[in-house]
């Protein structure tokens, strides 16, 4: 059997991971992507350079690939069914990345299958923002329906003078407005489905974001076995809900004790980064094995605890590469690196460890990460 072609729509991070693991199973990988620099480009069997806005070059992908897969969601669906119109494979599918580039048609499908989403409203004018604070109390989260990623795409407003700001900033867009969730804690929950609807799930991991973007996460998160079933429970909803192939991440609160959606990843996650050396299979593998449809692997972890802290380029140290080898030097670290160049609050890599606690295994992650980026000091 010749090796099975897995196209990549995007060759950031997640790409690179995609074709790491990839390697490993004799799959090939061809990546599309704007130019040689970028991160799975550097290492991928195949590049095809062209924009995932143009059909011509998704095109030119897909006839060099047996399936179609995604390192980002934010692809036009009419090319997507061009795609599938010349009878390509795209995993997930259509059907599965609308839903995932749309918080709206999420808050829409979750809540009408009765699964736990928080209050919402669709909002296309800063008055409707305004009217649905009124009923449901200030501040409220508006986000952009589509496009938003890392904290970018949401706002929380307190005012109604703050509403016209965003309205004015983002004029004609379409809006979700919710009710801003006093967090506890925050949740994902990763599910690798094969197209015939068999699943595999990852052990409940605790999200750590400042800012609106992941820095930490710690699996198994520290919650009680009901709320973590719940949990995985809900996932598998989702996931049914949306039918996705390979990877699905679910990003959920918790508040007063109880769980909501926030929103999906119908790829592999930053939540799942733990996995490489943290799981049995990893969400890299579990992806690729999804949208093969080949047989899942086992998603159970290997130790007590994993933990994954993320490094940021942030603009004082130019060259955090070149603090690699004092970062593997922390005992046990196992340091990713994506090959971007370094750019103020750019993900530029992340740190892996293994521990009988969380706590433990944090404080060597922190250390690692902290060579690379001082500003992990101080935690
Ligand atoms: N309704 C809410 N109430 C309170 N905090 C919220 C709410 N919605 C979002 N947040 C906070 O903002 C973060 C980012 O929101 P969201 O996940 O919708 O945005 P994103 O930019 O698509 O995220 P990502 O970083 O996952 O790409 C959440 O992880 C959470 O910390
Ligand atoms: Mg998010």
């Not at 329906?145 to 990623?149: E, F």
């Not at 198994?220 to 919650?223: D, E, F, G």
């Given at each position: 059997m010749p090796a099975p072609v897995v196209g990549i729509v995007g060759a950031g991070q997640l790409a690179r991971m995609l074709h790491e693991a990839a390697s490993a199973l004799g799959i090939n990988t061809v990546v599309l992507a704007?130019?040689?620099?970028?991160s799975a480009a550097q290492v991928a069997a195949g590049v095809e350079i062209g924009s995932p806005d143009d059909l011509d070059a998704l095109l030119r992908l897909a006839r060099r690939c047996d399936v179609v897969t995604f390192d980002h969601e934010l692809v036009n669906p009419e090319h997507l069914a061009a795609l599938a119109d010349e009878g390509h494979v795209l995993r997930p599918g259509p059907g599965t990345l609308e839903v995932a580039v749309n918080k709206l048609e999420q808050r829409r499908r979750f809540e009408a299958a009765g699964l736990p989403v928080p209050a919402w409203a669709k909002a296309t004018q800063a008055v409707e923002i305004t009217r649905f604070a009124e009923r449901h109390g200030w501040p409220v989260v508006v986000k952009a329906?589509?496009?938003?990623?890392d904290g970018r795409g949401v706002w929380i407003c307190a005012s109604p003078d703050e509403v016209t700001a965003v309205a004015r900033m983002d004029a004609g867009g379409v809006f979700v407005v919710e009710e801003f969730v006093v967090l506890e804690q925050e949740l994902a929950v990763l599910v690798a489905r094969r197209p015939g609807g068999e699943t595999a799930v990852y052990p409940v991991v605790e999200t750590v974001q400042r800012d609106g973007v992941c820095h930490e996460v710690v699996a198994?998160?520290?919650?009680g076995e009901e709320l973590a079933a719940k949990a995985r429970q809900i996932g598998e909803a989702v996931a049914a809900e949306v039918g996705s192939t390979g990877n699905l991440a679910i990003e959920m609160f918790v508040t007063d004790g109880k769980l909501l959606i926030n929103e999906i990843a119908a790829r592999p996650h930053n939540a799942g980064h733990f996995s490489i050396e943290g799981c049995v299979t990893s969400q890299f593998e579990n992806h690729l094995r999804g949208v093969l449809d080949w047989p899942l692997g086992d998603t159970a972890l290997v130790a007590p605890a994993a933990v994954m802290v993320n490094v940021f380029?942030?603009?004082?140290?130019?060259?955090?590469?070149?603090k690699i080898p004092e970062a593997t030097a922390v005992s046990g670290a196992h340091v990713h690196w994506y090959g971007k160049g370094s750019r103020p609050?750019?993900?530029l890599g992340h740190v892996t460890t293994l521990g009988p606690t969380a706590d433990e295994a944090l404080a060597r992650a922190r250390a690692a990460a902290f060579a690379l980026d001082p500003r992990e000091m101080g935690r």
């Open positions: 704007n130019s040689h620099d970028e329906s589509r496009g938003g990623y198994p998160a520290l919650i380029g942030n603009g004082k140290v130019a060259e955090p590469a070149g609050g750019r993900k």
